[in-house]
């Protein structure tokens, strides 16, 4: 029974033939789930654990807990309670221990630029020393493939001795995207290439032909 916002826990004696008590009935309680974090970067780990707060008020490791998460793609959990930060998005962890079950939020968010891909731009052609038409675009993303905002991707002219206007070192905006400036060919007849590079990243290389 609960007063106000004090637990009353009634233990029941059970008294035998031989007038021995069998022993009271095992307190009720309440199960919590302890995570440092609720915001897990991709790619990293955190340690969950869940504790019970009995009637008397005394907090005790929970024994024998199972440990659940409702989306293992976004926030993957084993056995003994060690989060993984995959997808970005947010998954409910839970912990059962007996009767006893617990529920709590996490968040994923991206994590640290693994990969420059192209979103468009490449395989253009034009006459030699062309302007072409359309812009490169790139995205930047995790090792789990999570965009990544907020990053500037520096792109430079590989071969072909072509040129790029500003920005060269544009930033992948809201959308996810970073956009660079017009790509003018070089005067040499044949493929051409630029490289979109973030630090720690695999790069991007687009590709253009000048006929």
């Known amino acids: 029974m609960r007063f106000g916002s004090t637990l009353l826990v009634v233990a029941v004696v059970i008294v035998g033939c031989g007038g021995s008590p069998r022993g009271p009935t095992a307190p009720s309680g309440q199960l919590s789930i302890d995570i440092p974090t609720n915001s897990i970067t ?21 024994s024998d807990v199972k440990w659940a998460s409702a989306n293992p793609a976004i926030a993957a959990i084993t ?21 006893l079950t617990a529920q709590m939020q996490v968040t994923v968010v991206p994590g640290v630029p693994a990969v420059v891909t192209i979103y468009a731009g490449n395989g253009q052609s034009g006459p030699g020393g062309s302007r072409l038409p359309d812009p490169l675009c790139t995205n930047v993303k995790d090792a789990a493939g999570n965009q990544i905002i907020g990053v500037a991707v520096s792109y430079s002219v590989a071969t072909g001795g072509g040129t790029l206007e500003a920005p060269t070192s544009p930033v992948t905006g809201p959308d996810g995207i970073a956009i660079a400036g017009v790509w003018t060919l070089g005067a040499t007849v044949g493929p051409q290439t630029v490289v979109a590079a973030v630090s720690g990243a695999t790069s991007a290389i687009f590709t253009a032909t000048a006929r």
């Open 42 to 62: 991709s790619g990293t780990s955190v340690q969950a654990t869940a504790s019970i707060r009995t009637g008397s008020g005394n907090t005790t490791p929970a």
């Open 79 to 99: 056995s003994d309670g060690l989060i993984t930060g995959n997808l970005k998005g947010t998954s409910a962890i839970t912990a059962t221990s007996g009767s």
